[in-house]
């Protein structure tokens, strides 16, 4: 099993990713990225949009489609009229239930307290526990022991009724001893607390100018639909595609950038005639989960759940969640990268006319108290027009929804891998490497003169320059070469090229394998090329 801590250091110590506002203690559930990881993300966004988007070829249908279609770009902004949220549902439904602890001061996610009834003679409480998986039962009896007064070697005078468990089941908060607290009956109960960042908009301030920051980028792709209809060539079916920021006030953030407060998306909004839809729908989950395959994640740790009927929102007729093995989840646990839904045509509809009731079937405008619609939609006409059959009607949306920093997460915890590999006097050494697929990697080959002298130094910068112009380099001349091999096998690099005094003599370099660990010899000036067909290749 790869350890998560391993990883955290690694991206620390080699400049992948490191804590936001690190100098002022750091700041809960927000991540920057370093020179690798900027480099890393953008290349896991840059093979999401050209492969999505700027890649496709509208005229031939991809391998699986039911017909050819057409992908646009969109880029909206972050900030947008507030009505977009009251009618898109979140701000009525975008919530977590929280419960705050009144000693501690701490806020917790309730569905992420958990806990076991421990009994020590005739007293009995609820020892809630907000630490995760193996480490639930350890943090449950540590913190019994030290309310009960008992020393370790005690352990055993402890019995526990029923297994671990989140608060849902236990009434009696009362009796119940908060994660943080040592006294009982601190928690308050379960509140709803909305995830969307507020902020002002003008120097007035008031409650009118409040605004959000986006908790997903979906939203403006549909309010634009219209404008991308009109203003470009593209019918029905199409798709519009967006990365972007997003932001949610996670109650808990957690699991390194997996749960974080300001993350990207990379989201897909696909509008077919409703009586595709289905079609749609599976076409795109199968090549979703193709797209990270492709791109080396692979086995078990990949999976695509499907949701139960009893899972689906009303609007919805299929949603399934593309999911990864994370090293810090439990043995047999997933956390999700993407989520693939059908979401009929709730959304155009609830823009167009008001929210929707996403409770009712078929779908009805919500109303309030006095029976008036709940919140208003704009008015604008959003239905599509066939031109083949004049038939005129909302489409249908089918909607991949992806994170690219989960993604890039999981392209690094995958890529992680320990093994050992003979040094430069053929002994066994232990070392660390990310085995990045060649075009996730942040930098594709290394150039590196043997030593510093005997023309070595002039030759390798001249391909360094060369190289440079077609992609990421790195040049190193400092320290032994098997000390620069393993310095790139850490950041990932696939290729490295040694100029030696053979390179002085027959202009020929050394290519060595990151995976393989084989070296081989190329022309000199063939290097780009030859680099250049194995990054595509793979
Ligand atoms: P979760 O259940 O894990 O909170 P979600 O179902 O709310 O996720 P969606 O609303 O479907 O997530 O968002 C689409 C994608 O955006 C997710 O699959 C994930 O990759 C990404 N995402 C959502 N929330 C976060 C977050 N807090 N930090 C990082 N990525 C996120």
Redesign the pocket.
């Known amino acids: 099993m790869i350890s998560m801590d391993k990883i955290v250091s690694l991206c620390k110590r080699r400049g992948f990713i490191f804590q936001s506002s690190d100098i002022y203690g750091g700041f809960g559930?927000f991540w920057d990225y370093g020179p690798l990881g900027v480099e890393l993300k953008r290349n896991v966004k840059e093979a999401w949009w050209r492969d999505m988007v700027s890649g496709h070829n509208e005229l031939v249908p991809p391998q699986g489609a039911p017909a050819a279609f057409d992908m646009v770009g969109l880029d909206s902004t972050i900030v947008m009229h507030p009505q977009v949220w009251k009618c898109s549902g979140h701000y009525d439904l975008f919530h977590d239930y929280m419960v705050d602890c009144r000693q501690s001061k701490k806020r917790y996610r309730h569905d992420q307290v958990r806990g076991r009834w421990v009994q020590f003679g005739d007293q009995k409480v609820f020892v809630a526990t907000a630490a995760e998986g193996d480490l639930e039962q350890e943090d449950v009896q540590r913190r019994a022991l030290k309310y009960f007064r008992l020393r370790a070697k005690d352990a055993d005078r402890l019995s526990y009724d029923g297994g671990l468990r989140t608060l849902d089941t236990v009434d009696e908060l009362n009796r119940v001893l908060g994660p943080d607290a040592n006294e009982l009956g601190t928690l308050t109960e379960p509140r709803e607390f909305n995830l969307m960042f507020k902020t002002t908009v003008g120097a007035l301030g008031g409650e009118e100018d409040t605004a959000f920051l986006r908790?997903?980028t979906a939203q403006g792709i549909f309010v634009n639909f219209k404008n991308v209809l009109d203003s470009t060539r593209v019918s029905l079916p199409f798709g519009i595609a967006q990365i972007g920021k997003?932001f949610?006030n996670?109650i808990t953030?957690r699991n390194f950038?997996?749960?974080?407060?300001e993350?990207?998306?990379m989201?897909i909004e696909f509008f077919c005639p409703p009586d595709q839809s289905q079609q749609w729908y599976r076409y795109w989950r199968d090549r979703r989960i193709h797209w990270y395959q492709s791109l080396g994640l692979a086995g078990d740790s990949l999976r695509m759940r499907e949701h139960a009927e009893a899972e689906l929102a009303h609007y919805s007729t299929g949603t399934a969640?593309?999911e990864y093995a994370f090293p810090f989840l439990d043995e047999g646990e997933y956390?999700?990268?993407?989520?693939v839904?059908h979401r009929g045509d709730f959304d155009l509809r609830s823009h167009m006319e008001g929210k929707l009731d996403p409770k009712t079937n078929p779908l009805r405008l919500e109303l309030d108290e006095t029976g008036k619609p709940r919140h208003r939609g704009s008015g604008r006409d959003l239905t599509y027009r066939d031109e083949a059959s004049g038939e005129r009607y909302v489409p249908h949306v089918i909607e991949p929804?992806?994170?690219?920093?989960?993604?890039t997460l999981a392209f690094l915890c995958q890529a992680f891998t320990e093994d050992e590999a003979p040094d430069e006097h053929g002994k066994p050494q232990a070392r660390t490497l990310l085995k990045f697929h060649p075009r996730l990697a942040p930098i594709k080959a290394a150039v590196f003169p043997l030593v510093k002298k005997d023309g070595m130094p002039e030759i390798a910068r001249d391909l360094y320059g060369e190289l440079k112009r077609n992609f990421a380099v790195f040049y190193d001349e400092k320290s032994a070469v098997g000390r620069r091999y393993r310095r790139q096998d850490e950041i990932g690099t696939p290729y490295c090229i040694t100029i030696d005094g053979q390179t002085v003599q027959d202009k020929t370099v050394t290519l060595r394998d990151r995976d393989s660990l084989q070296q081989w010899r190329v022309p000199l000036a063939e290097v780009a090329t030859e680099i250049k067909s194995r990054i595509a290749a793979v």
Not at 335 to 339: I, S, T, W
């Open positions: 559930g908790p997903e997003s949610r996670e953030p950038t997996f749960r974080s407060r993350f990207e998306q989201e969640d593309i956390g999700e990268l993407e989520g839904a929804s992806a994170g690219a920093d989960r993604a």
